[in-house]
Nanobody, 120 residues
């Protein structure tokens, strides 16, 4: 099972970016899907998580600006980021809790990370 993230880049403050992440491999089902971020010298923090049914959870710092969504038919999760601020600069990682051939009880999978830089 692999997660492939894309969509990062350089954007000016106030701008927008959309991150995408697709899971592939011998997947039976996917539970929670989410995005985390890690700024230089800091720990990896939750940005948003979307369960397979249930309540979406956002970090307070991104509420009202970021929107997480998923497409179960494509095993994909997305993060629409609007009104970006310099403090949103970080490497963004997608995460998924996946039941697969190799993890029949469910496993924690991570994408490779995509850099988001907000700067003028």
């Amino acid at each position: 099972v692999q997660l492939q993230a894309s969509g990062g880049g350089l954007v000016q403050p106030g701008g927008s970016l959309r991150l995408s992440c697709a899971a592939s491999g011998s997947i039976y089902s996917i539970n929670d899907m989410g995005w985390y971020r890690q700024a230089p010298g800091k720990q990896r923090d939750l940005v948003a998580v979307i369960p397979n049914g249930g309540t979406i959870n956002y970090a307070d710092s991104v509420k009202g600006r970021f929107t997480i969504s998923r497409d179960n038919a494509k095993n994909s999760v997305y993060l629409q980021m609007n009104s970006l601020k310099p403090e949103d600069t970080a490497v963004y990682y997608c995460n998924a809790k996946i039941v697969s051939f190799l993890t029949p009880l469910g496993g924690d999978y991570w994408g490779q990370g995509t850099q988001v830089t907000v700067s003028s």
